[in-house]
């Protein structure tokens, strides 16, 4: 049983910075690519960031690029997502995923998810 579990997520002003973290149990994931997603309510879940198993290849949402930092450590098995210069429409709540290939922004096709983390932006 493979387990994602984000953490991290919490209220901060606009302009601030938080860092999400996503740890896998149950099974190896060192060799998983990973991704971030993030859902507002009554909208579509989009893309945020993704990595490859090894770091190097990562991908950015256009809306995060130059602000958002993915990055991994396989030997703790945990994904981060370092956000900086939040802004009121990164609200959301954000879920990590995981796939044995490279799926990009092709969410339908990760393997597994977590349960997600609230983020919350004040203006």
């Known amino acids: 049983q493979v387990q994602l579990v984000e953490s991290g997520g919490g209220l901060v002003q606009a302009g601030g910075s938080l860092r999400l973290s996503c740890a896998a149990s149950g099974r190896t994931l060192s060799t998983y690519d990973m991704a971030w997603f993030r859902q507002v309510p009554g909208k579509e879940r989009e893309f945020v960031a993704a990595i490859s198993w090894d770091g190097g290849r990562t991908d950015y949402a256009d809306s995060v690029k130059g602000r958002f930092t993915i990055s991994r450590d396989n030997a703790k098995i945990t994904v981060y997502l370092e956000m900086n210069s939040l802004k009121p429409e990164d609200t959301a709540v954000y879920y990590c995923?995981?796939?044995?290939?490279?799926?990009?922004?092709?969410?339908?096709?990760?393997?597994?998810w977590g349960q997600g983390t609230q983020v919350t932006v004040s203006s």
């Open positions: 995923a995981a796939a044995r290939t490279w799926l990009g922004r092709r969410q339908l096709e990760y393997e597994y």
